[in-house]
């Protein structure tokens, strides 16, 4: 069974619904993908309920659709989705970083400079997922440090429907300098305590990131 350690504790619908999302987030499955239940319950060593239960998980969360006489596939990435996740995480993350300048504390500042200092060695790499981590590990410091744990589940919950969005980004290295600099610029703000500049940044850190996916996205569908 190629299902994960960590969930031996969670119901098998669970198991399986985190399996696939997985796999959909990654990119294992792709867009337009058909998920033939028969197939997934001989390939995850499960029943064909389990798989049910999570492909109707996973529609409610616009990542799988339904298709009348085809069934389940994987939702393909639309600029409609793309913009209304985009949207939201603007507003959520302009609220974490105001509240970050006026919540975060030495030790969280200095886990924030890392976090930068971290990310401009994952661009080194060249290693897209290793670049997707760091940028994600920089994000969430300021995120934790609001205290807030309802904008904590909001803004996790959007960065995994994201993370399709963030390959798609990072693919493009002529991203990676900017991002850098955005980051300097949020660490800057947030050292100052300046609100308006932090907001400023965040809106056109978010703005920059959503450009550059639909330049991705029109690209590869030429």
């Known amino acids: 069974m190629s299902m994960m350690n960590d969930d031996e504790y969670?119901?098998?619908?669970?198991v399986v619904f985190?399996?696939?999302?997985?796999?959909?987030?990654?990119?294992?499955?792709k867009p337009g993908e058909r998920l033939m239940e028969i197939h997934l319950a001989d390939k995850l060593g499960v029943s064909r309920t389990p798989i049910r239960e999570a492909?109707?998980?996973?529609?409610?969360?616009?990542?799988?659709?339904?298709?009348p006489r085809r069934g389940a596939e994987v939702a393909q990435i639309?600029?409609?989705?793309?913009?209304?996740?985009?949207?939201?995480?603007?507003?959520?993350?302009v609220l974490a970083i105001e509240l970050a300048c006026e919540r975060m504390d030495e030790e969280a500042m200095s886990s924030l400079f890392h976090a930068y200092e971290n990310f401009a060695?994952?661009?080194k790499t060249r290693d897209t997922r290793k670049i997707a981590a760091a940028d994600v590990a920089f994000h969430d410091i300021i995120v934790q440090s609001t205290g807030n744990a309802r904008l904590i589940q909001l803004v996790s919950n959007l960065s995994?429907?994201?993370?399709?969005?963030?390959?798609?980004?990072?693919?493009?290295a002529t991203s990676h300098e900017m991002l850098?600099?955005?980051?300097?610029?949020?660490?800057?703000?947030?050292m100052r305590?300046?609100?308006?500049?932090?907001?400023?940044?965040?809106?056109?850190?978010?703005?920059?990131?959503?450009?550059?996916?639909?330049?991705?996205?029109?690209?590869?569908?030429?």
């Open 55 to 67: 492909i109707r998980k996973l529609e409610l969360e616009g990542l799988v659709i339904m298709i």
């Open 193 to 222: 305590k300046d609100k308006v500049s932090a907001a400023g940044v965040v809106r056109k850190h978010i703005d920059n990131q959503q450009e550059a996916i639909i330049r991705q996205l029109q690209l590869e569908t030429r």
């Open 160 to 172: 995994e429907q994201m993370y399709r969005y963030r390959f798609e980004y990072l693919k493009d």
């Open 10 to 14: 969670l119901p098998l619908r669970d």
């Open 78 to 93: 639309t600029l409609k989705s793309l913009e209304d996740v985009m949207e939201v995480r603007r507003a959520l993350d």
């Open 18 to 29: 985190n399996t696939l999302r997985q796999e959909i987030l990654t990119g294992k499955l």
């Open 121 to 123: 060695v994952a661009v």
């Open 180 to 190: 850098q600099r955005e980051h300097k610029e949020m660490y800057e703000s947030i």
